[in-house]
């Protein structure tokens, strides 16, 4: 007699989705190795196809890498296209795959899986299949706001998964009626996305026309759809130099190794933990965590990188610097929407009338300063004085350079010892915790020119 266990009806009914792995590569020999190597030690509950697609243009070896890749799981397809689609038109045409199966996990050459991947993608697409706020579920983890520059730290509510009104391009699935929904949206209304988008953050505005993620992103917002997010990541990111990029360590983060077969998911509507494409907390959810808010129509600009002319509401939860405002709360806990839940009391963090907020004339060099102030480093690097002391002594030499009543002879003497110095504290830590260096190497440039005698 056979039992048909709750785990194993599971099973059995995620194995009966036909969900292909696709992969779009290009130039990069070397990451579509490494990714499908990641991708062949994976778990799999049933055959699963590969799909390996091979934008015009590029390296044989690539094809040839594409070609002679042994996969094991089941049928293995390679699209190779004539010509150069370019990144955007490749992946719109990789989506499109998706309306001939149940959906498709994408991942680009660059990225790198855990072997839970596809049990949880699975996993999450059942669950949330139904759901029509969603529009795609994220094998990664979001830990960088690439708008403010500066890390994320999700609120944890003991779930598995979060949302937020940003598209995936590290790791994601589409189930097919998903992408069917955005690709009818994407070639009906020929948008085009202007560099004064109101609708999207400055940075996705001036991502150049290759980029398919910027044109989901309106979707999204267009249609108030979500993504769901893992709190844990199973998906990394190498950022290899391509033809798109020139490669960077910013977006690695862990990946799960393991995981028990069963996940704890929680229902959109239930759900509080749920961003903008900001990775700003929406209202409605602190409202929900904090009573004092309740009677304030407002907007949620913790991180600091929203463009006041954007904003349409009367009140704004912001860190830009106000000449006046109603509440204040401190910037301690982690992540910082938690100061205000926990009503914590400090002068960080301000609820204030729009028209309260100091105007900012230079958007982009308000968000890039911000990012890089000490102050900002030392609350989401978690570092303190003791990690900046190197940069504190430059900063009090600049005085002196500055001081027209100081020789020539001092000035250079003191020049040189500076970029000694800032040369030690950028060769010690990673771009992400000394990017302040870069606007003291910027002043001490100025200074030299001004002052120094060659």
Avoid at 154 to 174: A, K
Avoid at 270 to 295: G, I, Q, T
Avoid at 300 to 326: F, M, N, R
């Amino acid at each position: 007699m056979l039992i048909l266990t709750k785990g194993v009806i599971e099973g059995i009914r995620l194995a009966l989705m036909n969900v292909p792995i696709v992969i779009a590569a290009y130039n990069r020999d070397l990451s579509l190795q490494r990714l499908l190597n990641s991708v062949a030690a994976a778990f799999y509950l049933c055959p699963v196809k590969l799909i390996i697609s091979v934008d015009g243009g590029g390296t044989g070896r690539v094809i040839d890498i594409a070609k002679e890749f042994d996969w094991q799981y089941g049928e293995k397809e390679v699209i190779h296209h004539p010509v150069n689609l370019g990144l955007r038109r490749h992946i719109l045409s990789c989506g499109e795959l998706a309306k001939d199966y149940d959906g498709i996990i994408l991942l680009e050459d660059d990225l790198f899986v855990s072997p839970e991947f596809y049990k949880y993608a699975l996993a999450a697409a059942d669950f949330y299949r139904q759901c029509t706020d969603i529009c795609g579920i994220s094998l990664y983890s979001c830990c960088f706001n690439e708008t403010a520059w500066l890390p994320f730290f999700p609120l944890v509510d003991g779930s598995d998964t979060f949302f937020m009104q940003l598209p995936c391009s590290w790791g994601q699935l589409w189930l097919r009626e998903q992408w069917m929904e955005f690709s009818k949206w994407y070639f009906m209304t020929e948008t085009n996305i202007s560099d004064s988008d109101i609708d999207l953050p400055y940075n996705i505005c001036s991502w150049p026309e290759t980029s398919w993620k910027k044109y989901f992103a309106k979707y999204m917002v267009e249609y108030d759809k979500y993504f769901v997010y893992p709190y844990n990541s199973y998906s990394t990111n190498f950022a290899d130099s391509g033809q798109n990029h020139k490669g960077t360590d910013l977006y690695q983060v862990p990946l799960v190794r393991s995981h028990s077969s069963e996940y704890y998911f929680v229902q959109f509507s239930d759900s509080l933990v749920k961003y903008d494409m900001y990775c700003e907390l929406l209202p409605e959810c602190l409202k929900l965590m904090s009573s004092a808010l309740v009677n304030y129509d407002f907007e949620v600009d913790i991180h600091g990188a929203k463009h006041l002319a954007h904003i349409q509401k009367p009140w704004i939860l912001t860190t830009k610097k106000c000449i006046s405002y109603e509440k204040s709360y401190a910037r301690k806990l982690i992540p910082p929407e938690l100061n205000v839940v926990n009503s914590i009391v400090g002068d960080e963090i301000h609820l204030a009338g729009i028209a309260q907020v100091n105007v900012i004339t230079d958007f982009n060099s308000y968000v890039l300063g911000k990012a890089t102030e000490v102050d900002e480093q030392k609350y989401y690097y978690r570092t303190d004085d003791v990690h900046h002391p190197l940069l504190f002594w430059v900063q009090n030499r600049l005085k002196q350079l500055e001081d027209d009543n100081v020789s020539l002879r001092v000035r250079e003497d003191t020049y040189l010892a500076a970029i000694d110095r800032l040369h030690a504290v950028e060769s010690s830590r990673s771009w992400r915790a000394t990017a302040p260096l870069r606007k003291l190497f910027n002043a001490l440039r100025r200074l030299r020119r001004k002052f120094v005698v060659h």
